[in-house]
Nanobody, 124 residues
Framework: QVQLVESGGGLVQAGGSLRLSCAASGRTFSTYGMGWFRQALGKEREFVAAIRGRGGTIYYADSVKGRFTISKDNTKNTVYLEMSNLKPEDTAVYYC?????????????????WGQGTQVTVSS
């Protein structure tokens, strides 16, 4: 069983930056694909970014491309989401997820483990 714990959320003004972290348990973290998703109030969960466990291919949602950066530190069993130029529409609960198969697709159905989420609020 893998446990994922997100941190780093908070309140920030539009145009500001935040860095989310997701610490994972488990000895095979390096092979996991990792993804970030978000869910705004009253909306469905949506894909934000993902990084494959093998090869490190990275994917971003169009809405965050150029503003968000996902990275993975296998020595610390941690995946990060650097968010800059934040907009009010980025307000949501952000979740990290792990895919044992390593693929890290845009579909949340592909992920095996989920964190509890961290709230990001961007004020205008």
């Amino acid at each position: 069983q893998v446990q994922l714990v997100e941190s780093g959320g908070g309140l920030v003004q539009a145009g500001g930056s935040l860095r989310l972290s997701c610490a994972a348990s488990g000895r095979t973290f390096s092979t996991y694909g990792m993804g970030w998703f978000r869910q705004a109030l009253g909306k469905e969960r949506e894909f934000v970014a993902a990084i494959r466990g093998r090869g490190g291919t990275i994917y971003y949602a169009d809405s965050v491309k150029g503003r968000f950066t996902i990275s993975k530190d296998n020595t610390k069993n941690t995946v990060y989401l650097e968010m800059s130029n934040l907009k009010p529409e980025d307000t949501a609960v952000y979740y990290c997820a792990a895919d044992r198969g390593g693929w890290a697709t845009v579909s949340d159905a592909a992920y095996d483990y989920w964190g509890q989420g961290t709230q990001v609020t961007v004020s205008s």
